[in-house]
């Protein structure tokens, strides 16, 4: 690392401070946990009950080294994915991986509005699609005339209210011997339902979004530190990575407790009482009614919406981001839009496509989980050239990853692709 890459290092390390971890560590968890894995994680308690706690355990390391080396490369390489993507592979292989995460983001954005959407239909009963549009014009709006700092700034507290799943759970009084073997002993049932859904989980979880924005996240925090071309300094302190580690703990953190919760409430109250299937965010949110009783619409509602404001920008970001840098034009969210007209013109036309594929009718329920598992499919390979790249000595110096960050991350890209290609076969014999 030159002496002055250091010195940025340190400067952008003093300027984070402490409270780094509560404000972008609990976003990145945030997001995470947007309406697509409410839906997701909610809908797999309510399915399969206490049994599928176990998933949350399993889950965490993976979440971990999904962000981590996400960071990771931004953070020291100075480039965001597919910038760093290009460097190091053949077009052949980037533009496809371009096309998968993209229209991932599409669904993904899509989904979500849809699910913010119906979470405002509990409180205002209006057609969802009108709450669609208007949560799209106004994320937009802040986005493109604001900051998604100052989105961040309004909605990342809200964000907290998914705690409340926490209350939800422990009042619902579950079995605790139910909860131990529900979270110690996984049962797994090999059915194309079951292992939808775990895929499904994965792809919420572990979202080819969060790499995106993760890695260009970390470029963003270096420009706004004082160094304009990070990519000309590449390397990163000791400081700054620890930085980094606590940052994604605490959004990890977050995020899997979360998950956890919510699949505990709801398989303590609607799995309980044997309602199996979510059509309907009225229904999802009876699983807070232990905790709210009749203001568990009101609950649920502000949990969605927040964490939605936070997510579905990180959505469409994502597809910017990887666009321009795909094409290699300028573009980020340092640039006013005269200066990234095609940046700022794709989230428009990704915000638009999502605000589409609600018109089309599909449950808004449904299509969190449907979007879950297309995002799983997209995990495996992404994360496979990430590591790559993050063990890479020539891109990374003497920050490649090391023994434990290689093991935690080729186990999970070979349980994501076991997984998705299990999926796959069950669904084929299904056909049969």
């Known amino acids: ?14 300027k984070q401070g402490r409270m780094r971890w509560l404000g972008s560590g609990v976003v990145t968890g945030a997001a995470d946990d947007d309406p697509s894995a409410i839906g997701t994680y909610a809908s797999t308690g309510a399915r399969y009950g206490l049994g599928a706690l176990w998933i949350a355990p399993v889950l965490l ?8 080396v996400s960071a990771k490369l931004g953070r020291v390489y100075g480039k965001g994915l597919f910038a760093a993507l290009l460097d190091r592979f053949p077009r052949r292989v980037v533009y496809p991986m371009a096309v998968l995460a993209i229209a991932g983001n599409v669904i993904e954005a899509a989904a979500n509005l849809g699910g913010v959407g119906a979470a405002l239909n509990l409180l205002l009963p209006v057609p969802v699609w009108v709450h669609v549009v208007a949560v799209a014009a106004a994320v937009t ?4 005339l604001g900051s998604y700092e100052l989105l961040r700034r309004i909605f990342r507290w809200l964000a907290l209210v998914l705690f409340a799943y926490v209350g939800a759970a422990i009042m619902a009084r579950p079995d605790l011997r139910d909860v131990l073997r529900g979270t110690l002993m996984p049962s797994v049932r090999w059915d194309a339902g079951f292992v939808g859904m775990l895929v499904a989980c994965i792809g919420t979880s572990l979202s080819a979004y969060v790499y995106t ?7 963003e925090e270096r420009i706004a530190a004082g160094d304009p071309a990070p990519w000309e300094h590449k390397g990163a302190s000791r400081t700054s990575m620890a930085l980094v580690r606590r940052d994604v703990i605490a959004g990890v953190a977050f995020s899997n407790i979360v998950l956890y919760f919510i699949i505990m409430s709801t398989g303590a109250t609607l ?15 009876k699983a807070l009614e232990p905790i709210a009783g009749s203001a568990a619409r009101w609950l649920f509602a502000l949990g969605v919406i927040g964490v939605g404001f936070l997510a579905i920008p990180v959505m469409t970001t994502g597809a910017a981001y990887d666009l321009v840098q795909v094409l290699g034009k300028p573009g980020s969210l340092h640039h006013a839009p005269a200066q990234a007209p095609l940046f700022y013109g794709t989230i428009f036309v990704v ?11 599909f449950n808004p329920m449904r299509a969190l989980v449907w979007s879950g598992i297309v995002q799983g499919f997209s995990v495996p390979p992404l994360l496979f050239l990430i590591m790559l790249m993050t063990n890479d000595r020539r891109m990374m110096g003497d920050r490649a990853n090391g023994r434990l960050t290689r093991v935690l991350g080729w186990t999970t890209t070979a349980v994501t692709g076991l997984t998705t290609a299990a999926l796959v076969v069950l669904w084929a014999r299904g056909l049969g």
């Not at 390391?61 to 981590?68: E, S």
């Not at 915000?351 to 009718?361: M, P, Q, R, S, Y």
């Open 351 to 361: 915000t638009v496509a999502a605000i589409a594929l609600n018109l089309l009718g």
């Open 213 to 219: 924005w993760q890695s260009n996240q970390e470029v």
């Open 61 to 68: 390391p993976m979440m971990y080294v999904v962000m981590y």
């Open 271 to 285: 799995h309980a009482t044997g309602q199996h299937d979510i059509d309907s965010a009225a229904q999802a949110a």
């Open 1 to 14: 690392m030159s002496p002055r890459a250091a010195d940025m290092e340190k400067a952008a390390a003093s």
């Open 141 to 144: 709006g802040l986005q493109v």
